[in-house]
DNA sequence: GGTATAACATGATATATATCATATTAAGGA
DNA sequence: TCCTTAATATGATATATATCATGTTATACC
């Protein structure tokens, strides 16, 4: 691992940054093509193009074929949880609540690492869980978070 | 990924269950062969010798060849911090403050997912570098954490 | 209907990490 | 000194992730 205290996949990162992205910048009316996405948020065209087309397929975001189609976000979309989107492109499994990828540990029987991150990542879990789309991009617009993505 | 939110590599677990076990099973006199390391951790034989090597190279712990040789913790190996374990396996590189891996991502100017895990990792971060092999040995012989590793 | 557009499906390549295997070197004891 | 033991150094293989490339299909517009 060459940069550990990773959480996310790359894939991940991109997925979040594309759909952040699109909620800033797309409606059903005004639909982004994937190579107009690619540069802004600094992910290689063939990357994203690939993972957008997973997320559509899961119904993360939308998608129109043909001239004047692109990707977008209509309503619906905008209410997913970012979890969501880790789960499309990361999969679904177990989230290790143990640091050391022990079976049998738990809070009440904790490894001797538990208590140094266990509760930690369980808070950011839930965090990712609790919030949508929109609600991330409400804080760009109110200026709590910042770009360049 | 196929398991999202790990912290660390296997080979950082490995190399932490390993370290935790020679310090609550050896000593200056007592050196433990590392196919006898293997089995308790429950980690491959070929894989952990490498680790183990690595380790000993690096000052991490001790090692002794020929007969009635093999690894142990001498008091000053004790002593090390959690993070050297990690820094000896999976490199030293910046601990990516960002989630997303953003170059311009700060408390300052956080991006949007910067509140979401930032201050965990942080902590957690922390937590390695304060916390000690000899500590953590201590949790478990007062019953704060448990094994089997 | 024909044509251009752009997503879709699929797979190929590259790189990183994890895992396994072995010949070499150093140390202890007979 | 010779033999056994066990770490050391090195590298081979396997699997996972990241990245790139392309032919196919659906849609809008003329």
Do not use: W
Not at 32 to 55: D, G, M, R, T
Not at 71 to 98: P, T, W
Not at 112 to 122: D, E, S
């Amino acid at each position: 691992m060459k940069t550990p205290f990773q959480m996310l996949s790359n894939s991940s990162k991109y997925a979040l940054k594309a759909v952040l992205y699109l909620a800033l910048h797309s409606n059903e009316n005004n639909r982004i093509l994937a190579k107009n996405i690619s540069e802004p948020i600094n992910v290689p065209k063939a990357y994203i193009a690939k993972l957008l087309q997973e997320l559509s397929r899961h119904g993360i975001i939308s998608s129109a074929k043909g001239p004047h189609g692109g990707f977008y976000l209509n309503d619906a979309n905008r209410l997913h949880s970012l979890i969501d989107i880790v789960h499309v492109v990361d999969g679904k499994q177990h989230m290790e609540s143990c640091l050391l990828s022990l079976e049998d540990c738990n809070e009440d029987k904790p490894c001797p690492l538990h208590k140094l991150a266990g509760p930690f990542r369980a808070k950011f879990i839930r965090n990712l869980e609790d919030t949508t789309i929109d609600e991330l991009a409400l804080d760009l617009k109110n200026k709590k978070a910042f770009l360049p993505l």
